[in-house]
């Protein structure tokens, strides 16, 4: 059997797209984005893939209307809440956050430590949600870290991953973006030196475990090198 990867991160892009597309509003895409969500860490978990990380919310998606960012907030918590309802033993998924918390409301800031507090023993997939997340901001956040520390006199690349915000999980194998965008858009930029990269133009809403398949199958046949030549 051809190996799976351990560690697969996804741009989740086209909501807002994929709405308009259905002569819907935008908040009717997120919507039907954090089902599809769903669906896909169920896949990935009956798949025995161990890490999914997911790039919910930018740093610069502040920038967007008042309305959408409220919108994003609330949907959010209510996401987090229904996760936790649904962990059980036999749903052992763990949940990590991922990004700058401090910026976040209060009350969506205790749900995330609840949430991550009370699947912290799971066995399964480890769910990474990237929210407030920008990979520019996490490089300086670290290099402020590692200055305020004293502690070293040069760094390292180890140094240096170990004051990420994604400190202790490993860099992604492959990487998944919908819609079609050729970019990384300030996800995982230091984290993605080697990873594979698989772009559908479909927008994430339309994504299904199908989908996935196709990217894991076309992952396997990649000959990774890590830049040595074969």
Not at 98 to 119: D, F, N
Request: hydrophobic share 40%; charged share 25%.
């Amino acid at each position: 059997m051809l190996p799976l990867p351990r560690h697969i991160a996804i741009i989740m892009d086209g909501n807002g797209r994929w709405a308009k597309s259905q002569g819907k509003p935008r908040v009717f895409g997120h919507k039907h984005g954090a089902e599809t969500l769903r669906a896909i860490t169920k896949a990935c978990q009956d798949l025995g893939i161990q890490y999914l990380s997911v790039y919910a919310f930018s740093t610069e998606n502040w920038k967007r209307s008042s309305d959408e960012v409220g919108f994003l907030m609330n949907l959010l918590q209510e996401t987090i809440q229904k996760e936790l309802m649904a962990y059980t033993a036999d749903n052992p998924v763990r949940i990590k956050f991922v990004g700058s918390m401090a910026e976040l409301p209060p009350s969506l800031q205790a749900s995330i430590r609840k949430a991550e507090s009370a699947s912290e023993k799971g066995t399964g997939l480890q769910l990474n949600i990237m929210i407030n997340y920008g990979s520019r901001q996490e490089m300086v956040s670290a290099v402020n870290a590692i200055i305020a520390s004293g502690a070293y006199s040069e760094i390292n690349e180890e140094i240096f991953s170990q004051h990420l915000y994604t400190s202790g999980i490993p860099d992604p194998d492959l990487m998944i973006r919908t819609s079609g965008e050729m970019r990384l858009s300030n996800f995982l930029l230091w984290q993605s030196a080697y990873t594979e990269l698989w772009i559908t133009k479909k927008h994430w809403p339309d994504f299904k475990k199908e989908d996935l398949m196709t990217a894991i199958e076309d992952y396997q046949k990649r000959d990774r090198r890590f830049g040595v030549e074969a």
